[in-house]
């Protein structure tokens, strides 16, 4: 930890940084994931899907950079290499290939919904160890993150 002005003691600083980090690696992940998604998805709504899935991108990768300035913030460092993510990153693996439109929403419905339970339980987290920032951080994200969910999993055929 560097030294800052900030005045949550280095204890509390030092855990909210390690909890950004554990999501700034998934973010990263996540981020991967739907562009894997986006440039090989194939069927008849493909431009709809494939136009869905770059905005969905777009919004994580800005999440990415909230979670990591906020750890910086605190007098962390924000731990984002491609090398880390893939040490760290809670969520599963994308499968790779040229797919159809319902297997990539489903994979990228579940990897959505996977970080969004992660960053609802990081919301407590942080307040538990007195910090109500980070803790808003990751409302706002797992508010975000449940949006982009619920705009991929509404074209889940039921």
């Not at 984002?80 to 290939?97: N, P």
Request: net charge negative; proline share 1%; glycine share 6%.
């Amino acid at each position: 930890m560097y030294q800052t002005s900030n005045t949550l003691s280095q204890n509390i600083r030092s855990k909210s940084a390690e909890l950004l980090n554990r999501h700034l690696a998934a973010a990263i992940d996540l981020h991967a994931q739907v562009k894997q998604a986006h440039w090989n998805v194939r069927g008849p709504a493909f431009i709809a899907i494939h136009e869905l899935f770059d905005k969905v991108a777009d919004v994580v990768e800005d999440y990415s950079d909230t979670i990591a300035e906020r750890a910086a913030a605190l007098g962390g460092t924000a731990e984002g290499t491609i090398q880390v993510a893939v040490k760290r990153s809670f969520l599963e693996q994308y499968k790779l290939g040229v797919a159809g439109e319902q297997a990539h929403i489903t994979a990228v419905t579940a990897s959505l919904a996977a970080f969004g339970d992660s960053a609802r339980k990081a919301i407590d987290e942080a307040a538990a160890f007195g910090d109500q920032d980070t803790s808003d951080v990751f409302t706002e994200v797992s508010r975000g993150i449940d949006k982009q969910l619920w705009l991929v999993e509404s074209h889940l055929k039921h």
